[in-house]
């Protein structure tokens, strides 16, 4: 691999993501795992064993960390949740998700293998149709 540019470290971001065992490992084995020299990774695995301050922390550090530029996170988890309203990984901590204005990182809520991406839970997406419906009420006056 010689001649091949290296990718400066100071310059590249990271994709974090906060989900189900299955979702994170199929991310990892597609290149976006990243354990740096204090081992901190770039992902959460959620299971029933989970607390949700585990999430809230994950969320808090993802979103506060310079390298990263992008945070996943699972609506549902595995199927073999006890509890279906503990199950739903962004509803944990869903005020912290809406919450949340910067552009940078970007929060993504994505689907799990199990369970069909849910557009009624979704933050980014509520957030596009509010602008819009307001966008339009003005559009009207004029």
Do not use: W
Not at 62 to 78: K, M, N, P
Not at 89 to 114: C, G, H, T
Request: contains cysteine.
């Amino acid at each position: 691999m010689a001649g091949r540019p290296s990718i400066p470290t100071n310059s590249s971001a990271l994709i974090a993501i906060i989900a189900d065992e299955d979702t994170v490992t199929g991310f990892l084995l597609a290149g976006v795992g990243n354990v740096d020299l204090r081992k901190k990774t770039n992902y959460l695995i959620v299971d029933n064993k989970t607390t949700v301050k585990q999430i809230e922390d994950a969320f808090k550090e993802f979103t506060t960390r310079e390298d990263i530029a992008i945070v996943l996170i699972s609506q549902y988890t595995s199927p073999d949740c006890f509890l279906f309203f503990i199950c739903q990984v962004a509803n944990m901590i869903r005020f912290l998700v809406d919450s949340y204005n910067k552009p940078v990182p970007a929060i993504l809520e994505i689907p799990s293998k199990d369970h069909p991406y849910d557009p009624a839970h979704d933050s980014v997406l509520s957030r596009v149709k509010y602008l819009f419906s307001t966008e339009s009420v003005a559009s009207d006056r004029r």
